[in-house]
T-cell receptor, first 111, second 116 residues
Framework: GQNIDQPTEMTATEGAIVQINCTYQ??????LFWYQQHAGEAPTFLSY????GLEEKGRFSSFLSRSKGYSYLLLKELQMKDSASYLC????????????FGAGTRLFVKA | EPEVTQTPSHQVTQMGQEVILRCVPI?????FYWYRQILGQKVEFLVS????????KSEIFDDQFSVERPDGSNFTLKIRSTKLEDSAMYFC??????????????FGSGTQLSVL
């Protein structure tokens, strides 16, 4: 089976940097995704890692260590609009391909 | 930018009734999915669909659920006899492929199902 753990909530200040951690266990790892979800809306894609290391995309970066089953999402220069849930998701190729989501981390950005 | 469209945006039904949730995936995508999200909980995988058949389904996707691609554009989720616990936001998603690297999911805006 799969298991994805991430903190439930985090609070950070506008302009600051925040790191959201994710640990996972899966038998058929085929990539790790981060999605952003605002309340009442659909998830939207932020980043993807399949190899170890850091992927940078503007204010957002994501890191993966496959041997540790660990990823983080780094958000820089936080803006109020970044207040949302951040979902760590793992694609699993066991028995076909599906993407499994963690419970999400609710980020509150304060002024 | 192409998008996944879902109808209706809200559906209210009585317990025991059948509902059909509709989705139009992005036209050149090959893999289709249904997810659900109960209020305050995580996005849960229900089913994936490829080449006109179910590719994988979760334990949630029991005999009361079915999916269909009735024509070249629509993808539907049918819930045969709704229960109170089926109340959730149902998201349809599609992807160009499933096994290639960085194939993200494109989500529709969801159908909020309320079972009374």
């Amino acid at each position: 089976g799969q298991n994805i753990d991430q903190p439930t909530e985090m609070t950070a200040t506008e302009g600051a940097i925040v790191q959201i951690n994710c640990t996972y266990q899966t038998s058929g790892f085929n990539g790790l995704f981060w999605y952003q979800q605002h309340a009442g809306e659909a998830p939207t894609f932020l980043s993807y890692n399949v190899l170890d290391g850091l992927e940078e995309k503007g204010r957002f970066s994501s890191f993966l260590s496959r041997s540790k089953g660990y990823s983080y999402l780094l958000l820089k220069e936080l803006q109020m609009k970044d207040s949302a849930s951040y979902l760590c998701a793992v694609r699993d190729r066991t028995g076909g391909f599906k993407t499994i989501f963690g419970a999400g981390t609710r980020l509150f950005v304060k002024a | 930018e192409p998008e996944v469209t879902q109808t209706p945006s809200h559906q209210v039904t009585q317990m025991g009734q059948e509902v059909i949730l509709r989705c139009v995936p992005i036209s050149n995508h090959l893999y289709f999915y249904w997810y659900r999200q109960i209020l305050g909980q995580k996005v849960e995988f229900l089913v994936s669909f490829y080449n006109n058949e179910i590719s994988e389904k979760s334990e949630i996707f029991d005999d009361q659920f079915s999916v269909e691609r009735p024509d070249g554009s629509n993808f539907t989720l049918k819930i045969r006899s709704t229960k109170l616990e089926d109340s959730a936001m149902y998201f349809c998603a599609s992807s160009p492929t499933a096994g290639a690297t960085n194939e993200k999911l494109f989500f529709g805006s969801g159908t909020q199902l309320s079972v009374l």
